[in-house]
């Protein structure tokens, strides 16, 4: 879809590799999970279950506190170079700037308080802590609970409220929700997506090239 640049603009942007150069799910899952969480990853990766069956059944393999996980996480965060002037752009031009992430609230809140950025608008999977197990779920933009598709419901969502969406991401699960948007940037395996697919993008590595590009609308 063309990008009009008189209408009003949201910027989604992914959150686990996009954000943050590493996956926060997976590094947690590397540390805490009592079991072999790769095999159900493939069984994702195949298509065989949805991101909602992954969480459940992945971080049901965790044994470790809330407390743990975010102590374990604090000095290994690797954000993103140009993250925080992102921001400013976003401001700047007068862009709503939305994260909507297949990866957990709870570490996405711990890290953008630490970095004072707290009142950043995100939307992740819910997670609830009981006894050192936890438990998540999906809850897309009407309030009910999603099991697949939870990005793309929030591109929906925004284009019925009348914004151009611009889409930023890095996985494989970006792509179905960067197809409905009106722009995207694409880096990593969402890259070699949207060029196996033929769909527009435009490339970073860091969030320098997509300010830029911001500035310039």
């Known amino acids: 879809m063309k990008l009009e640049r008189a209408k009003k603009i949201l910027v989604q942007c992914d959150f686990d590799g996009t954000v943050t150069i590493d996956d926060i799910s997976f590094m947690l899952l590397d ?40 102590s374990y996480i604090e000095r290994r965060v690797v954000i993103r170079p140009g993250f925080d002037e992102f921001i400013a752009v976003c401001r700047k031009k007068g862009f709503r700037l939305v994260i909507v992430s297949n990866g957990l609230d709870f570490y996405i809140k711990k890290i953008f308080v630490d970095r004072g950025l707290a009142e950043l608008e995100y939307h992740a999977s819910e997670t609830r802590f009981h006894a050192n197990k936890l438990k998540v779920r999906y809850v897309g933009p009407d309030g009910s609970v999603v099991d697949s598709g939870f990005k793309e419901k929030f591109v929906e969502e925004y284009i019925r409220e009348d914004y151009q969406v611009v889409y930023i991401g890095n996985g494989t699960s970006d792509l179905s929700p960067a197809k409905g948007a009106h722009r995207v940037f694409a880096t990593e395996s969402l890259l070699e997506n949207c060029r196996l697919t033929g769909l527009a993008c435009i490339p970073f590595l860091s969030f320098y090239e997509i300010n830029h590009v911001l500035d310039s609308w």
Request: hydrophobic residues 40%; aromatic residues 12%.
């Open 31 to 70: 540390a805490f999970a009592k079991g072999d969480w790769h095999v159900i990853n493939q069984e994702y990766a195949d298509g065989k279950i949805s991101v909602g069956q992954f969480n459940e059944r992945a971080f049901g393999l965790v044994r470790a506190s809330k407390k743990d996980m975010l």
